[in-house]
């Protein structure tokens, strides 16, 4: 079983940044693609950003140019810097290991 455990979601202001974390317990991190999903109320699912294992990165339309994904192999842990928050990014965002292990979520908040 691989666990993943998101961090580093919270509230803020609209224009703000925040940086969400992905630690996972094995070294899927190298072996897999990793990706970020959000899903707001009421709404599907949507991928935000996804990084092979290769290094090879992928942004949904709506946030390229201002989220970053990144990983960290040494430390199994996957990032996502993200920038110039809208309130319409108002989610729970899921870390995913090759579209096998899901984390819990974290809830990140934007305010008007």
């Known amino acids: 079983q691989v666990q993943l455990v998101e961090s580093g979601g919270g509230l803020v202001q609209a224009g703000g940044s925040l940086r969400l974390s992905c630690a996972a317990s094995?070294?899927?991190?190298?072996?897999?693609?990793m990706g970020w999903y959000r899903q707001a109320p009421g709404k599907q699912r949507e991928l935000v950003a996804a990084?092979?294992?290769?290094?090879?990165?992928n942004y949904a339309d709506t946030v390229k140019g201002r989220f970053t994904i990144s990983r960290d192999n040494a430390k199994n842990t996957v990032y996502l810097q993200m920038n110039s928050l809208k309130p319409k990014e108002k989610a729970v965002y899921y870390c995913?290991?090759?579209?096998?292990?899901w984390g819990q979520g974290a809830q990140v908040s934007v305010s008007s």
């Open positions: 990084i092979s294992s290769g290094g090879s990165t």
């Open positions: 995913a290991s090759g579209l096998t292990y």
């Open positions: 094995s070294n899927t991190v190298r072996i897999n693609a």
